[in-house]
């Protein structure tokens, strides 16, 4: 049965077909002092190459959740920000939601018979919500 282990020398996995395998076939033909064939060698290199993507890949996926938690955390100061300005805005012009609210009701163009002062009065009014 074929498992994956983790050679005993250079700790990296390899395909295992009987069960005390604890070497590499690289490892393994390096113990007993064999002549590596170029596919060995070709072997060897492209395991080195996976062993280093995997690790740059490890790194991007750590900077990308610390990228994702400092969004996280921008968009939450964002939002906080808005707020504030909103509250500040209502304070500065003395006109929270309700005063808007009702004002347009008293202003409204269609209580002034579509005067053109009722309909700009109305728009600079929602515009301040």
């Known amino acids: 049965m074929k498992?994956?282990?983790?050679?005993?020398?250079?700790?990296?996995?390899?395909?295992?077909?009987?069960?005390?395998?604890?070497l590499c076939l690289l490892c393994w033909k390096e113990s007993r002092e064999y002549k590596l064939t170029k596919g060995d060698l070709a072997f060897r290199d492209m395991r080195d190459e996976y062993v280093s993507l995997e690790q740059s890949f490890s790194e991007l996926e750590d900077e990308l959740k610390a990228l994702q938690e400092e969004r996280d955390k921008l968009r939450a100061a964002a939002k906080k920000l808005l707020r504030e300005a909103k509250a500040s805005r209502e304070e500065s012009s003395?006109?929270?939601?309700?005063?808007?609210?009702?004002?347009?009701?008293?202003c409204h163009p269609d209580k002034h018979k579509g005067s053109e002062l009722a309909e700009a009065m109305t728009k600079w009014l929602l515009s301040q919500r």
């Open 3 to 22: 498992e994956i282990k983790d050679c005993e020398v250079c700790e990296l996995p390899f395909v295992s077909e009987r069960e005390w395998e604890k």
């Open 94 to 106: 003395g006109l929270s939601k309700d005063r808007v609210k009702d004002l347009v009701k008293l």
